[in-house]
């Protein structure tokens, strides 16, 4: 996937680019970016890319493919499990009266558990392997 966008400042070899909406993002609205006219990226800077210049970005597929599962498909497992976890409390306390509670609450508590995991492991080292890359200066500025 390869986005344009402008450098808004760089620190060491990462960059903050802000990437501007394509049409086909207005209709797409997987991502979110639909909605809004520019988000800010941090992306590893390759290529010596400077403060406004204008900068091709790249992300493999895989890599959003997988970001994609780690933000949707992980906390869906966790929901699904602390529902199933629920039912077999209340059936192991032998009170099926309280079951729909009981999944309920502890498949929200599993689900609000994988957000708090989810963004501890996007403040590791981990998560740069989902960062995009400078693959080239479209544009430099002249200022």
């Known amino acids: ?46 290529v010596g890319a400077k403060a406004r210049d204008e900068v091709e970005l790249e ?20 929901f699904l499990v602390g529902l199933y976890l629920g039912n077999l409390y209340a059936s192991y306390i032998h009170r099926q009266d309280i079951a729909a509670v009981a999944s309920a609450v502890l498949g929200f508590a599993l689900l609000g558990l994988s957000y708090v995991l989810i963004s501890q492991y996007s403040r590791g080292p981990a998560i740069s392997q989902y960062r995009a890359k400078i693959i080239r200066i479209v544009s430099r500025d002249q200022d």
């Open 59 to 78: 992300l493999e597929g895989s890599q959003v493919v997988r970001a994609a599962a780690i933000m949707y498909l992980v906390p869906l497992a966790f």
């Open 1 to 46: 996937m390869k986005e344009r966008g402008r450098v808004i400042e760089t620190l060491g070899n990462v960059a903050k680019v802000e990437i501007f909406r394509r049409d086909e993002c207005s209709r797409c609205k997987v991502c979110g970016f639909g909605s809004r006219d520019k988000i800010v990226a941090h992306a590893t800077n390759t």
